[in-house]
């Protein structure tokens, strides 16, 4: 019975205790869900801060591994040559082959002229470098070193992977920024699409790339640097820095890593008894049309005559482009010349087998008309396989030199098909020298070429020693005609120098980069004049006549000073009632 009544009592309770008790129970939730809340955030920052440690430590590890691969690189330049003067520069570079003994680096260090070059491992042991390869265009190059010369350290290979980069990607910069030794940069990928830095008119551009940015900070001295992920891996190459931001700029891998392969095979198949091994330029082939080529976004096309149906095809096919590569410049004496022109834009890029289109418009007026016309019909119907990226761009044509290629673009709204001979990079860049009377001169490469809007192969003086100096002919000269014979190459120059007898004064014609539409005549220097004459013995006359006229404002102000003096002496004497 008392069990029963208990049960009663419990079963029947007043409306006010159940509120009480149901207040309490939700406190009790409500405490115990704070708890559980505070609970979870410790957890959660325990486990960010385990896995904070974890990745330093995986970071510490992979740099302790990636400094025995990265080297300092000393570079003494032993004279003028193309853009760069004598002298000598402190690089970074990376072994990426450590059975062949290669060495990664940029191409403005390794330049593309004679130069010696060591390298300096983590443990100060130090081997002599030999210049590999230097890209025409993009900034990568390799260094060779013997393997068997470094006793005291095993060397660690950096495998290269481009396909890895990513915005927001972590990453590290190993290197010697501003010369110091191993220094370690860190940042975060922040564009992938970034056009490629313009470092001046008279120097080392790369064009028709993309490059990453990142706010790393780099300085002179990390040129050549890998750009590393948490697993040691690069995925770029660092080439250069602003000098007003903290960004630093980075190559992509994927030319270098095409370059590295087909050098690797080359090397490969002479040690094993293969094909001689003839040299890197043979090895790796690149292609050009002599053309510049720039990225610009859908909005800058429209304004071009891309049509609204062109576009959303192309983004129909490539969900993820923002644009398309238009012509930005068309190097004279190159294969696009009279075809191409600056606003083009490019969609299609192949393959062709018929000759190459004439430069002359009413040449094959018919061939060019039935081409447009079958450009149009197959842009309109889409069917084309869109060229919208360097990538595209360089693999056909390095695997096309000396073939033609058609090259379908958008002008004006209408579509245009030429077809074109794809021309061989190597064989635009100079690979010897003349050097006389203190002198050197090379073929102009196509770097200058493009920055100077000149044809390449012109004779060009990278130097002016004693000989043109004497007669006022300054360094970056391209030198037209000697003694009145035309010098259009380099080894026309040189007969025309050996056709002189020691000592001759002769007349030479030459032009500048800046003015290089006005042909200038050299100084003839007096036959009685000092043998050792200073290099400007015949100074500007706006020179002259500026020092005169400096001279007599010196004059002048120094007399009015001393009169000026004089008065106040002689009025000061007068006050004081000398007897002078």
Not at 339 to 353: F, H, N, T, V, Y
Request: hydrophobic share 40%; glycine share 8%.
């Amino acid at each position: 019975p008392m069990r029963s009544g208990i049960r009663a009592a419990f079963a029947f309770t007043p409306p006010e205790l159940c509120g009480v008790c149901d207040t309490a129970d939700r406190m009790n939730d409500a405490s115990q869900q704070a708890k559980l809340a505070v609970g979870g955030v410790a957890l959660a920052g325990l486990a960010a801060w385990a896995v904070k440690v974890r990745r330093e430590a995986d970071w510490e590890r992979t740099l302790e591994r990636v400094s025995r691969g990265v080297v300092v690189v000393r570079v003494s330049s032993v004279m003028a040559f193309d853009m760069n003067d004598s002298g000598c520069s402190v690089a970074t570079g990376f072994v990426v082959d450590g059975r062949l003994g290669i060495i990664m680096t940029n191409r403005h260090v390794v330049t593309s002229g004679p130069v010696t070059a060591d390298a300096v491992f983590l443990n100060k042991e130090e081997v002599d470098l030999t210049p590999l390869y230097a890209d025409p265009v993009h900034d990568f190059g390799f260094f060779r070193y013997d393997p068997s010369l470094i006793k005291f350290m095993t060397v660690a290979q950096i495998p290269l992977t481009p396909a890895d980069a990513r915005v927001g990607l972590e990453v590290r910069v190993v290197g010697n920024d501003a010369g110091e030794k191993i220094s370690i940069l860190s940042g975060t990928l922040a564009r992938l699409d970034r056009a490629a830095p313009n470092y001046g008119h008279h120097t080392y551009n790369d064009f028709n790339t993309f490059y990453y940015s990142c706010a790393s900070n780099t300085s002179g001295g990390s040129s050549g640097s890998p750009v590393i992920n948490q697993r040691g891996e690069a995925i770029a190459l660092n080439a250069g820095t602003s000098t007003k931001s903290a960004s630093s700029y980075y190559l992509p891998l994927e030319r270098p890593c095409r370059a590295l392969s087909l050098l690797r095979g080359a090397l490969h198949a002479q040690s094993k008894g293969g094909a001689p091994f003839r040299g890197a330029c043979a090895a790796i082939p690149r292609g050009t049309l002599c053309t510049v080529l720039a990225h610009r976004a859908f909005g800058e096309l429209r304004r071009l005559g891309l049509p609204p149906s062109v576009e959303a095809a192309v983004r129909r096919a490539l969900s993820r482009e923002t644009g398309m590569l238009v012509v930005d410049q068309v190097v004279p004496g190159g294969p696009a010349v009279g075809l191409l022109q600056p606003g083009d834009i490019l969609l299609a890029l192949s393959r062709a087998k018929g000759p190459p289109s004439s430069s002359v418009p009413a040449a094959d007026a018919a061939a060019d008309a039935a081409a447009d016309a079958a450009a149009a019909d197959s842009v309109l119907a889409g069917r084309v396989d869109w060229c919208t990226s360097f990538l595209q761009l360089e693999e056909v044509l390095d695997d096309a030199v000396g073939a033609t290629v058609a090259v379908t673009v958008m002008r004006g709204g209408k579509a245009l098909c030429r077809t074109l001979r794809v021309q061989d990079l190597h064989a635009l860049s100079p690979t010897s020298l003349l050097e006389a009377g203190g002198c050197c001169f090379h073929a102009l490469s196509y770097q200058q070429a493009r920055n100077w809007n000149m044809p390449p192969g012109a004779v060009h003086a990278a130097f002016a020693g004693y000989m043109l100096s004497n007669a006022g002919v300054p360094s970056r000269a391209i030198v037209r005609a000697v003694a009145g014979n035309a010098v259009p190459t380099l080894d026309a120059l040189q007969e025309a120098l050996q056709a002189l007898p020691d000592g001759a004064r002769v007349p030479i014609r030459y032009v500048l980069p800046h003015s290089h539409h006005q042909e200038r005549p050299s100084a003839n220097p007096n036959p009685n004049s000092n043998p050792h004459p200073h290099p400007h013995p015949h100074p500007h006359p706006t020179l002259s006549l500026t020092l005169t006229l400096t001279l007599h404002l010196t004059l002048t102000l120094t007399l009015t000073l001393t009169l000026t003096l004089t008065l106040i002496l002689t009025l000061t004497l007068t006050r004081s009632g000398s007897p002078w």
